[in-house]
């Protein structure tokens, strides 16, 4: 059994990524996992235990959310609550993971960058079907990020790994200026090629700016938890000549929202072609995703990832007129058990990471 620590886990990250590790890699283990829940989900993905700490003074919750998959059987605990995002701890937890045959405990990861990186990982997926990082004639200068967090931090630095021969400009969009400096001053120092802008998207005389900054953004991640939106429907280019991916994981309750309700409603729910949502989980984003759920989007125009790369569709079910992808992901524990299973093999077969076994 395998410790695996928070400082192992990002420096095994920054060890093995690149654009072909992502997709050749680390894309196809996590749609290994996504397409074992697509079989049996409510046996692959019990519902999830959600329970406030029952001692005295304590605003934390806690989330213990298993998987019995084929090839991903253990299970992610994650705590936290408001005290914990005033002293600037967010959420806390490990991964364990379980041989599947005999239950014997393989690994215990903290999951603090997993969970963040297989987010932004599933993100990836659509991404490079829409923007293809490997054609030289793509045109996808700059990026906008709505957050700061490690979500935030993931999907950028994904992004960039990606498109990094043709990105030039990242746009960082927070309700606090400080946080965002100080993730344009992390990525810069990774990526310093890269011209990285902070925003305080509260303050009116910046809103013109950021709106022109959005509006020129092939590329736009909404990573804040937010009950109200951030990426406002007129920040969107709606330029049908122009390919816009928008990636969606701030909001994960019926009343939190990132996107404009003001673009869903026209672009998808009124629209004539009905043109599909991306989703992780049909039943999970409809129950969870404040987007989906105000916007009164059905299942009907869902499209799961598995259903998306598993068989060739017309970018026009999944497209709006405006040539905009949006893609929703609530998160899954078998993303995250998917992960660190990959993370304990390669670790076992490593020569420049040492972990300790127990």
């Given at each position: 059994?395998?410790?695996?620590?928070?400082d192992?886990?990002?420096?095994?990250?920054?060890?093995?990524?690149?654009?072909?590790a992502i997709?050749?890699?680390?894309?196809?283990?996590?749609?290994?996992?996504?397409?074992?829940?697509?079989?049996?989900?409510?046996?692959?993905v019990?519902?999830?235990?959600?329970?406030t700490?029952?001692?005295e003074?304590?605003?934390?919750?806690?989330?213990?959310?298993?998987c019995?998959?084929?090839?991903?059987?253990?299970?992610k605990?994650?705590?936290?609550?408001?005290?914990?995002?005033?002293?600037g701890?967010g959420?806390?937890?490990?991964?364990?993971?379980?041989?599947?045959?005999?239950?014997?405990?393989q690994?215990?990861?903290?999951?603090?960058?997993?969970?963040?990186?297989?987010?932004?990982?599933?993100?990836?997926?659509?991404?490079?079907?829409?923007?293809?990082?490997?054609?030289?004639?793509?045109?996808?200068?700059?990026i906008s990020?709505?957050?700061?967090?490690?979500?935030?931090?993931?999907?950028?630095?994904?992004?960039?790994?990606?498109?990094?021969?043709?990105?030039?400009?990242?746009?960082?969009i927070?309700?606090?200026?400080?946080?965002?400096?100080?993730?344009?001053?992390?990525?810069?120092?990774?990526?310093?090629?890269?011209?990285?802008k902070?925003?305080?998207?509260?303050e009116?005389?910046?809103?013109?700016?950021?709106?022109?900054?959005?509006?020129?953004?092939?590329?736009?991640?909404?990573?804040?938890?937010?009950?109200?939106?951030?990426?406002?429907?007129?920040y969107?280019?709606?330029?049908?000549?122009?390919?816009?991916?928008?990636?969606l994981?701030?909001?994960?309750?019926?009343?939190?929202?990132?996107l404009?309700?003001?673009?869903?409603?026209p672009?998808?729910?009124e629209?004539?072609?009905?043109?599909k949502?991306l989703?992780?989980?049909?039943?999970?984003?409809?129950?969870?995703?404040?987007?989906?759920?105000?916007?009164?989007i059905?299942?009907?125009q869902?499209?799961?990832l598995?259903?998306?790369?598993?068989?060739?569709?017309?970018?026009?079910?999944?497209?709006?007129?405006?040539?905009?992808?949006?893609?929703?992901?609530?998160g899954?524990?078998v993303m995250?058990?998917?992960?660190?299973?990959?993370?304990?093999?390669?670790i076992?077969?490593?020569?420049?990471?040492?972990?300790?076994?127990?």
């Amino acid at each position: 059994m395998k410790i695996i620590t928070e400082d192992n886990v990002e420096k095994y990250f920054n060890s093995t990524l690149s654009r072909d590790a992502i997709i050749n890699k680390f894309q196809p283990s996590l749609l290994k996992g996504l397409l074992n829940y697509e079989k049996d989900p409510s046996n692959i993905v019990p519902p999830r235990i959600v329970q406030t700490s029952n001692t005295e003074n304590s605003d934390t919750t806690h989330l213990f959310m298993p998987c019995i998959a084929p090839n991903e059987v253990g299970i992610k605990l994650i705590s936290g609550g408001p005290s914990n995002s005033k002293n600037g701890l967010g959420f806390q937890g490990c991964i364990l993971v379980l041989d599947e045959y005999t239950g014997s405990l393989q690994g215990v990861l903290n999951a603090k960058s997993i969970t963040a990186f297989r987010t932004a990982l599933a993100s990836t997926i659509p991404m490079v079907k829409v923007l293809d990082p490997y054609d030289s004639d793509a045109s996808i200068s700059s990026i906008s990020v709505f957050g700061v967090g490690l979500q935030a931090y993931w999907h950028v630095k994904l992004a960039l790994i990606l498109y990094q021969d043709k990105v030039n400009h990242v746009n960082i969009i927070n309700r606090t200026l400080k946080n965002g400096e100080e993730l344009a001053n992390k990525l810069l120092m990774e990526f310093p090629n890269v011209s990285f802008k902070a925003y305080l998207y509260s303050e009116d005389d910046q809103l013109s700016t950021i709106k022109k900054q959005v509006s020129d953004s092939s590329i736009i991640f909404g990573c804040s938890p937010s009950t109200e939106a951030v990426i406002k429907a007129d920040y969107i280019n709606l330029d049908p000549k122009v390919k816009k991916f928008i990636s969606l994981i701030g909001s994960y309750k019926p009343h939190m929202i990132e996107l404009d309700l003001d673009f869903i409603v026209p672009q998808y729910k009124e629209a004539a072609s009905k043109p599909k949502i991306l989703v992780d989980s049909k039943e999970h984003t409809l129950h969870e995703a404040g987007e989906l759920i105000q916007s009164g989007i059905d299942e009907s125009q869902l499209i799961e990832l598995t259903d998306f790369c598993k068989s060739k569709k017309d970018p026009s079910e999944y497209t709006t007129s405006t040539n905009v992808v949006v893609l929703k992901l609530v998160g899954l524990s078998v993303m995250d058990l998917s992960i660190a299973n990959l993370i304990i093999k390669d670790i076992d077969d490593s020569q420049s990471i040492t972990v300790h076994d127990f």
